[in-house]
């Protein structure tokens, strides 16, 4: 009976916090989705289920992001929910992972993709996961290799840490802003990723690369490249991509996965 009348209450405070905390946020072009509270007046009514309450916001990001995606691709309070999940549930790796990524690639917001994994980092010293995705994004988006071999090294120290952090930290230190590690780095974070979002930005990401170098094909030598085999026999990119649903192929002047 105590179970039955705690699951009461705790529904209860979920449908507190999804229509009566929440407050409509106006703008020019109608009201915004409803914006969190903070995680502090969260954690005064949550009674203790504060990492389900986490997982509920996990998934009111994927509605947020969801819904702006399908229409403005703008995400005015992505960190704010992150920051508050992670409020919630410190350890919510997802929250700092993934979160991290759209904050960088959709929101372009390095900065708050970055206050998103220090944060991460703070709460979580052991994990190898969050230094990584700073090193990812520090190679990636930033263009500043050195720090990106830095947070790869220190991720490698971590315990529990896979090989690859560490050959990720001498192939950034050593080639630089080489084709070879940016699609290593990619087909890397494909075969990792468990969500479909983040495998379609690798694939995104490798087809850039390989798109980008087909057209310096073109540059230097005046006719578009016929074949992935031709770039790689003419050293303009090191091997072709191969991934669990195909192999990446040149066609008509646009990669696709056949």
Same mark, same amino acid.
């Given at each position: ?8 209450? +705790? ?20 009201? &915004? ?8 007046? +969260? ?20 509605? #947020?992001?969801?819904? =702006? ?9 992505? #960190? =704010? ?47 190898? &996961? ?7 994004? =520090? #190679? ?14 220190? !991720? !490698? ?29 990619? +087909? ?11 495998? &379609? ?45 195909? &192999? ?11």
């Amino acid at each position: 009976m105590k179970r039955v009348l705690l699951l009461i209450v +705790l529904i209860g405070l979920l449908v507190i916090v999804e229509i009566t905390c929440f407050e409509w946020i106006p703008r020019r072009e109608g009201e &915004e989705l409803l914006f969190f509270p903070s995680g502090k007046f +969260l954690q005064g009514i949550t009674l203790g289920f504060d990492n389900l309450f986490a997982d509920f916001i996990w998934i009111e990001v994927g509605v #947020y992001f969801g819904g =702006h995606r399908m229409t403005d691709r703008k995400y005015p309070y992505l #960190y =704010h929910i992150l920051d508050v999940l992670t409020d919630l549930d410190s350890r919510f790796l997802p929250a700092y992972t993934i979160g991290s990524i759209l904050l960088s690639d959709d929101v372009k917001r390095i900065d708050l993709s970055m206050k998103l994994l220090n944060k991460g980092m703070l709460k979580n010293p052991d994990s190898w &996961e969050i230094p990584f995705l700073k090193g990812f994004i =520090h #190679y990636l988006f930033t263009k500043n290799y050195r720090e990106a071999s830095k947070w790869f090294l220190i !991720s !490698s120290m971590k315990k529990n840490a896979p090989d690859m952090t560490f050959k990720f930290a001498t192939w950034t230190l050593i080639a630089g802003e080489g084709v070879d590690v940016a699609l290593k780095l990619w +087909l890397r974070f494909y075969n990792i990723s468990k969500s479909a979002l983040m495998k &379609e930005k690798a694939i995104k990401g490798i087809s850039k690369v390989l798109s980008d170098q087909a057209f310096r094909f073109k540059e230097d030598r005046g006719y578009s490249p016929r074949s992935l085999w031709e770039m790689v026999e003419e050293n303009y990119i090191p091997f072709i991509p191969r991934i669990d649903i195909g &192999e990446f192929v040149l066609k008509e002047d646009k990669i696709i996965i056949e």
